[in-house]
């Protein structure tokens, strides 16, 4: 075959040339893409989804286009090429947009900037882009007119605008509140006598999660015009308002002083800004009490408002803290408070020699007294109060290593006691004790117990053997964490 042979063929070579690239191209670069996707899917990148598009939509449409372009050769002006050519266009808009979300935004830290950025503004910014791409799929491929489409547009937005006005402010109104940003997502905000967490904000709404689970849809122009609180600014601390009542007869400066030590045992109550109690009223019945206490935030405060206020009704027990409507039968309680007692106390085989007479002496200076489960009970350098029969629950007892952590040396049931180095005058506790569930305690002073040891050479000789074998417990728990040498 002589040159000019071969150079008259070449130009009818072209469809074979592309037909062949095709053929071998197409399934090559669609094994690689899914090799690739495989690995991110594996690791876990954002950028899988991507690939994916480009494997199940770009790759095919570029490849058909090729095949009726280059192989079969249909007329680039055809109205089938203008189709292929536009579903091109339209894949080409989605795959990009699809990258920028998945490397920008998808794949971005907590608390960095793309992190921050609102869904509607995501939303603006992918309309935009499609407009554009629209209009250039007009003017490239279609060859339209811009200047009369915008003209025609522009006549017919003013109908589809009067058609529109409501959800059209609600869009305007979305924007507004996207440059203004009074909320954002995760904020608590109050609107309507609705408090939620808000969940999502589109171009028509905004989402509130309430506490009940349920999902309150508010329209953005309700936002942009009435008024709302975003409990969530200008930091996400909260304050509880909490108002408690007691009786006249109870000396405001020990109903304060029980609350608040009630607020520092309480688990997430803040030390800054510190919880405060004021006496506020004084009613017909009672002496009213306004407590202020700060948590973290607001979806805290339901379980840290609840754990107050159980606790703070065993505090109030112990301490005889009379709540107002109890005023009236607090005798017959305290009446029945010593009959129980007795009946308590001789449930423990430690008191088996006392005679009956004794025993209700003993049980007249018992106090009974009942903490919540978690409870500290007694804290390490606390001046003890007594022997602590444990009537029911368990107690855990701990001590404080070398770094500082509580580590457990013994559990305690009912039938058992704690506190027993109050034998000691003036002693103080070389241990915690903490309540593992709802604690009832019968606490005997420490002058009671001394008489009933000198009256019991058995119970001396069990508290005795007792103390000896917590003390070497703690000793070893206080070794643990020690730094190396």
Not at 161 to 173: I, R
Not at 385 to 408: P, W, Y
Not at 455 to 465: H, K, M
Request: with cysteine; glycine share 8%; proline share 4%.
């Amino acid at each position: 075959m002589d040159l000019d042979k071969a150079i008259g063929i070449l130009p009818n070579s072209g469809p074979v040339f592309w037909g062949i690239g095709l053929v071998v191209g197409f399934p090559l670069l669609f094994i690689i893409l899914s090799e690739l996707i495989h690995q991110f899917d594996r690791l876990g990148h954002p950028i899988a989804s991507t690939l994916r598009n480009i494997r199940n939509l770009l790759l095919p449409t570029l490849a058909l286009q090729v095949l009726l372009a280059q192989v079969v050769e249909l007329d680039p002006a055809g109205l089938t090429m203008k189709i292929v050519y536009t579903v091109a266009w339209i894949f080409v808009i989605h795959t990009g947009l699809s990258l920028i979300k998945d490397v920008v935004f998808a794949s971005a830290a907590a608390g960095s900037w793309q992190a921050r950025v609102p869904k509607l503004l995501l939303d603006l910014a992918r309309t935009i882009l499609v407009l554009i791409g629209g209009a250039i799929v007009l003017s490239t491929v279609w060859e339209a007119n811009l200047t009369n489409l915008a003209a025609a547009l522009g006549v017919g937005s003013i109908v589809i605008g009067l058609a529109l006005q409501e959800p059209m402010g609600n869009v305007f109104a979305g924007m507004a509140l996207l440059f203004e940003r009074p909320l954002a997502l995760g904020d608590w905000i109050t609107v309507e006598g609705t408090t939620g967490k808000v969940i999502e904000i589109n171009w028509r709404s905004v989402h509130i999660k309430t506490s009940s689970r349920d999902v309150r849809i508010v329209p953005n122009s309700s936002l942009y015009k009435g008024s709302f609180s975003n409990l969530s600014r200008p930091d996400t601390r909260r304050t509880e308002v909490v108002e408690l009542g007691f009786s006249h007869d109870d000396p405001p400066n020990k109903v304060k002083e029980v609350i608040l030590e009630t607020l520092a045992g309480t688990a997430g109550v803040l030390v800054d800004p510190a919880p405060v109690v004021r006496t506020f009223a004084y009613g017909d019945f009672s002496i009213n009490y306004r407590v202020l206490f700060s948590v973290a935030s607001q979806d805290a405060v339901p379980a840290v408002r609840d754990d107050f206020m159980t606790r703070f009704w065993y505090a109030a027990s112990r301490h005889g803290l009379n709540v107002a409507y109890r005023i009236q039968t607090q005798n017959a309680f305290d009446q029945q408070h010593k009959i129980k007692t007795e009946e308590l106390l001789r449930s423990f085989p430690q008191f088996a020699a006392k005679d009956a007479s004794e025993k209700s002496q003993v049980s007249s200076r018992a106090v009974l007294k009942k903490y919540a489960g978690g409870e500290r009970v007694i804290s390490e350098g606390d001046h003890l109060q007594g022997l602590h029969l444990i009537l029911k629950g368990h107690a855990a007892l701990s001590v404080r290593d070398r770094c500082g952590i509580d580590q457990e040396i013994a559990r305690a049931g009912k039938g058992e006691y704690f506190g027993e180095q109050a034998i000691v005058s003036s002693q103080s506790s070389d241990i915690s004790v903490t309540a593992l569930e709802d604690l009832e305690v019968l606490v005997l002073d420490p002058e009671t117990l001394n008489v009933l040891i000198d009256e019991l050479p058995r119970l001396a000789r069990e508290i005795g053997g007792l103390m000896d074998i917590r003390r070497k417990a703690a000793q070893s728990a206080r070794k643990l964490g020690a730094p190396a040498r």
